[in-house]
């Protein structure tokens, strides 16, 4: 059976139960634990990677004696069939331009808003032995450190320094967001047809993030830096702009075509979406499992993705995408992406120890991660989980109908009908027994 996109809903199995303790009989909604309901990310998303992956980095190491004459923008995040063998062992690099370009001197930078001093001697060196010491400090959080050095090396004519500062400003890391300041450098930069740069104005039209919010402008964008190069995230935002009709007409197959150039240039949401759109399928594509699968494997070991950890998880746990069902991998990919507190894994960890899938049945550590996946997000099925825990008395987990009757009813408040049903039923019960029951004083919460 295909993985279901509405796992929040499948709580439609019914049982009488007689209630423990009293003599009255009442209908609830019930599941049998032996049934697990699997939470699959099924959306796509567009929120951005952090901030450090649009930082450029040089090819080699920059010490101001090695330095070579021109500083090469050249992308170790787009592979040409040069690439070296260390270089293909680590696909998910933070650089994004392209192609090689020069490090421009002194007077190629026409006013820039930088105030540091040029040094005596080789220029080119010392912008570069600047550049290398702010990805230093950039790596160990000194982010102060960081914008000093790569002050130093922008006004020595260094394009990269450039651009990082423009990160910098854009995301606020370690530094006050100041998004003119932003602008000003990648539109700079964009002037030396930097493609990741180009893509950063294309962010920023797209969301209005300093500028005034411009569909055909980001598209724009984003269409110059692939011309230029190949900037995997201007790839991406133009798949999605296709794919959902985002300032253009829907055309998914335009919007197929440039997820799939950003998926091979290994950038992580665009793996994570194609997988999704594999998973799902669209009038245009057919549902392929076997597809979303590597796709989701790829980006689950190579990139610790959490997404593509926790649909890979239920493809393991359900057999399908020709996948043989195996519980311990699942687990293990659950445990995973629950640890970036993704609320989806979380709940299918839950399910895990509930039902003994992969790990041995322990309902206390089942409660616990059904809770924190109400934490993070409004999950009702997490929510209804708790409830039945707490319904029903096990020799590892004790009874407690007002427990019960708070999940239910917190349940019910998220939309799900069943609990809204056993909320119902469960507080009618309390009622005609609240002269001898003594949960229901505890139920009036």
Request: proline share 3%; with cysteine; net charge neutral.
């Amino acid at each position: 059976m295909p993985v279901s996109n509405n796992a929040f809903q499948n709580n439609n199995v019914h049982t009488n139960l007689n209630h423990t303790g009293n003599n009255r009989r009442c209908i609830f909604d019930n599941w049998k634990r032996t049934i697990a309901n699997w939470c699959p990310c099924a959306k796509r998303r567009y929120e951005r990677t952090h901030g450090n992956y649009f930082i450029i980095r040089p090819d080699e190491a920059l010490d101001p004696e090695k330095v070579s004459e021109k500083t090469s923008l050249k992308s170790n995040h787009y592979r040409d069939s040069g690439a070296s063998h260390d270089e293909e062992k680590e696909p998910f690099l933070r650089s994004h331009t392209g192609r090689n370009q020069q490090t421009y001197n002194e007077n190629t930078l026409a006013d820039p808003p930088f105030t540091s001093n040029a040094m005596e001697g080789d220029t080119e060196k010392q912008a570069a032995y600047f550049l290398q010491k702010g990805l230093e400090a950039f790596d160990n959080s000194q982010f102060k450190k960081a914008e000093s050095f790569y002050n130093d090396s922008a006004s020595l004519g260094n394009i990269i320094a450039v651009h990082n500062l423009g990160t910098m400003y854009l995301y606020g890391q370690g530094i006050q967001k100041n998004a003119e300041k932003a602008h000003e450098c990648f539109l700079l930069c964009s002037r030396h047809e930097v493609a990741a740069s180009m893509g950063q104005l294309g962010y920023m039209y797209m969301y209005g993030k300093g500028v005034d919010q411009s569909y055909d402008t980001a598209k724009e964008w984003f269409l110059r830096a692939n011309k230029v190069g190949k900037d995997a995230y201007s790839q991406f935002q133009l798949g999605c702009m296709y794919l959902e009709g985002i300032g253009t007409p829907v055309n998914s197959k335009k919007g197929f075509y440039w997820l799939c150039k950003s998926v091979k240039s290994n950038y992580l949401p665009a793996i994570y979406n194609l997988g999704v759109l594999f998973m799902t399928g669209m009038p245009e594509f057919p549902q392929d499992l076997l597809a979303a699968a590597v796709l989701f494997e790829h980006a689950a070991n190579f990139g610790d993705d959490p997404y593509s950890q926790n649909n890979l998880g239920v493809l393991y746990a359900t057999g399908e995408g020709n996948l043989r069902q195996d519980y311990k991998k699942a687990f293990k990919y659950f445990k995973s992406a629950s640890e970036k507190e993704l609320t989806e894994a979380q709940f299918n960890l839950g399910e895990c120890y509930n039902n003994g899938y992969g790990i041995d049945k322990d309902l206390t550590s089942a409660a616990e991660y059904y809770y924190l996946a109400t934490k993070n997000s409004d999950n009702s099925l997490a929510e209804f989980r708790l409830a039945q825990l707490f319904l029903y008395s096990e020799a590892t987990f004790k009874q407690d109908l007002s427990m019960a009757l708070y999940w239910f009813g917190r349940s019910a408040q998220h939309r799900n009908e069943t609990a809204l049903t056993n909320y119902t039923a469960l507080k009618t019960l309390l009622e005609a027994n609240k002269d001898t029951s003594p949960e229901f004083q505890k139920s009036r919460i």
